[in-house]
């Protein structure tokens, strides 16, 4: 009885051992659900696998209806960016040829790129396609086109010799909206810049989103690596009255979350940053107050914001 216990456990490891050699599950983090229209959507997400990214889309949260007939777009956009993308684990697949105002259930998977049939999925995730694109603003029966509706936003990169950025994946979120914006760096633009259409972000009402100009927005740059992003704060111009491309505007530079006074909340993520050099993953250009020839987020840069801590109405 015991030598067939025996057996029995030596045929359970070689089993999990060739299943371990046969592949592993691809890592996946940060899966958000990005640019939700009123017929389509993407989903996001970092890797540390180079296999084909897809989604399953379903009518019901039990995954018993799935969704038929539309068009799954993974890594879309140039041959440069996407290859860029995959090398540096930034997944983004659309899908387009939904109904509008309808509830759906996405998640993603990743397939092992050396035995496909290894699979990870995210969990479940429900999204609600916007009920209406409108192309103009009404507000007591007078319509107004929307203004500055596209916006450049240009990242930092730490070896622009071997690395301009293309395929970051760059995350754009306004208080209010319901779904943030997502869009490859070099994608329509010059990388190290990305471009958004602030068309693209609607309310909880399901309608465009009412940008009034000084909004405050972020952006989360999925710069690669896996697992690692950085975050800005920023605000929109003040509305021109007429469309074109526009940059996010950095206030009061203590004031770091752009919340108006120089507090807590901005000393922690100046303590985050603390002993950065720019040649480091996850370096933010936002806290080096003393730019010098060190390249480090440090006591001079403490100093500097120190002085303004407590500082209100900004």
Known sequence: MLKRLQILRWAILLVLIVANDSGALPAMTGVRVTDVTASSFAVVWMTDAEGEPSIDVFLDSQMTSAVNGVNKIPMAGTAVTKTAA???????????????????????????????????????????????????????????????????FTTFTQNPGQDNGSGELVILELPGSRYPLSAYVGEGAQAPEVIFDLNNLYGADGLSADIAGGDRITLTVYKGGFA???????????????SGVAEPLKGFFADVNMDGSVDDGDFELFRAQYGFASSDAGFNPDFDFVQDQSGIIDVKDFSRFSIQYGKQGL
């Open 228 to 242: 690692y992003s950085v975050l800005y704060y920023r605000r929109l111009g003040s509305n021109t009255g007429t």
């Open 86 to 152: 995959l090398s540096k684990g930034n997944i983004r697949v659309m899908v387009t040829g939904l109904q509008p105002g309808t509830s759906y259930y996405v998640r993603a998977l990743m397939p092992d790129p050396v035995s496909p049939a290894v699979i990870s999925y995210s969990p479940l995730i429900e999204v609600v396609t916007a009920a209406k694109t409108l192309p103009y603003k009404e507000s007591d029966g007078v319509r107004t086109s929307l203004a500055n509706d596209l916006i450049a």
